[in-house]
C-alpha cells in the first residue's frame, strides 16, 4: 500500500513518499498509483532520482508519451520529454519562457487530448517558479443543478491559435506555430464541456479556457458570456494551488480534472533563479486502466 499524505496548503492532491520510480514497479503499485491520481487529481512523488531514460520508462507505464507539436518544445535525443524553463537558449523568447503563463489543460487543441501530465523538478529558483493547478472537478461537482443541466451535451471548440489571440509571439515562435498549423498538425477540434472521466466516470469542467473559442450551436456572445463565467468560478481561490516545485519531485497531473498555469520569469542569471522541469504529456490508457478506459468524444461534425 502506498504511503500517502495530503499535500500542505493545498485543497486537492496527495503526496507518495517511500516509492523509487528508477525501479521497475510492481503493477499493483502502478495500478494504486492511477487510482490515486484519478481520485485526487494530483499526486506528487517524492525524492526521485532517475535519468532521462528511466523517466520515460516510469511515464510509458502510465500512458503513451505524446511529442509536442512545436520542434523547438523537444529535448534533444528525448522528443517525449519537453524541457520547460528559463536556462535553455531558446528560454530567451519571452513568448517561450512563458508561453504557458495562462490558465489552459495540456494539448485541449488535439482531438485525442493529453489525459496525464508529469514535472520532474530539475531546478528550482529561489523565489517564484510555482505552477499553478486548478480542480475542475470539485469546481463542476459545486455548480447548481440548473447549471449542469445547461451545460450537459455541450461541445466546446478548441484552437492552438485561440491562446495566441492577445498575447505577442516571437517570430521564431509564430513561425512553428505557423508550420505546425500548415503541416496539419494543429487543427481546430471539438470537446464535451463537462464530460465523463474514462476510468472513473465522474464529471469535471473541462478546457473551460485557454484554448477555447466557442460553442457549438451556440452565438459567440452567449458562448464567450457561459465560458467567462464557468472561468470565473472555476478560478476561485478555493480550488487552486500553487506548487513551489522540490528538486527530486515528480508532479503527476490528472489534465481532464485540472486546469493548470505556469509563473512568469526572466532568463536565468544564475543557479538562485534558475528553473528546469522535464515534462512529459501521456494520452490513452495506463497499462492498469487497458480494458476499463472509456473516453468520451463527440462524433465527428
Request: aromatic letters at 8%.
Amino acid at each position: 500500500m502506498l504511503d500517502t499524505r495530503p499535500i500542505e496548503d493545498s485543497p486537492f492532491g496527495i503526496e507518495v513518499v517511500g516509492i523509487d520510480v528508477s525501479e521497475n514497479l510492481p503493477a499493483e503499485t502502478i495500478a494504486e498509483l492511477v487510482r490515486e491520481l484519478h481520485d485526487h487529481r494530483v499526486v506528487i512523488l517524492k525524492n526521485q532520482s532517475v535519468d532521462k531514460q528511466g523517466y520515460l520508462s516510469f511515464a510509458r507505464r502510465l500512458g503513451r508519451p505524446d511529442i509536442h507539436a512545436l520542434t523547438y518544445a523537444r529535448l534533444p535525443d528525448y522528443p517525449e520529454i519537453e524541457p520547460i524553463g528559463n536556462v535553455n537558449n531558446k528560454d530567451r523568447e519571452t513568448s517561450i519562457r512563458n508561453g504557458a503563463v495562462y490558465w489552459h489543460t495540456e494539448h485541449a487543441y488535439e482531438a485525442n487530448p493529453v489525459n496525464t501530465l508529469l514535472f520532474y523538478a530539475q531546478q528550482v529558483p529561489q523565489v517564484g517558479g510555482e505552477t499553478w493547478l486548478a480542480d475542475m472537478r470539485t469546481a463542476f461537482e459545486d455548480l447548481d443543478e440548473e447549471m449542469k443541466r445547461r451545460i450537459d451535451g455541450l461541445i466546446v471548440k478548441h484552437d492552438f491559435c485561440a491562446a495566441r489571440r492577445n498575447r505577442d509571439g516571437s517570430e521564431f515562435k509564430n513561425s512553428a506555430i505557423n508550420a505546425a498549423r500548415d503541416a496539419g498538425r494543429l487543427p481546430p477540434v471539438r470537446h464535451y464541456l463537462s464530460p465523463p472521466h474514462p476510468a472513473t466516470g465522474r464529471k469535471s469542467l473541462y478546457a473551460v479556457t485557454g484554448f477555447t473559442y466557442g460553442i457549438e450551436g451556440m452565438e459567440d456572445t452567449e458562448a464567450n458570456a457561459l465560458l467567462a463565467e464557468l472561468e470565473a468560478h472555476a478560478l476561485n481561490p478555493k480550488y487552486l494551488y500553487a506548487r513551489k516545485h522540490v528538486v527530486g519531485d515528480i508532479l503527476v497531473l490528472d489534465t481532464l480534472q485540472t486546469l493548470h498555469r505556469g509563473t512568469a520569469l526572466d532568463f536565468t542569471t544564475g543557479p538562485h533563479d534558475a528553473r528546469l522541469l522535464w515534462n512529459i504529456a501521456l494520452k490513452g490508457a495506463p497499462e492498469s486502466c487497458v480494458g476499463n478506459w472509456h473516453p468520451c468524444e463527440p462524433e465527428p461534425a
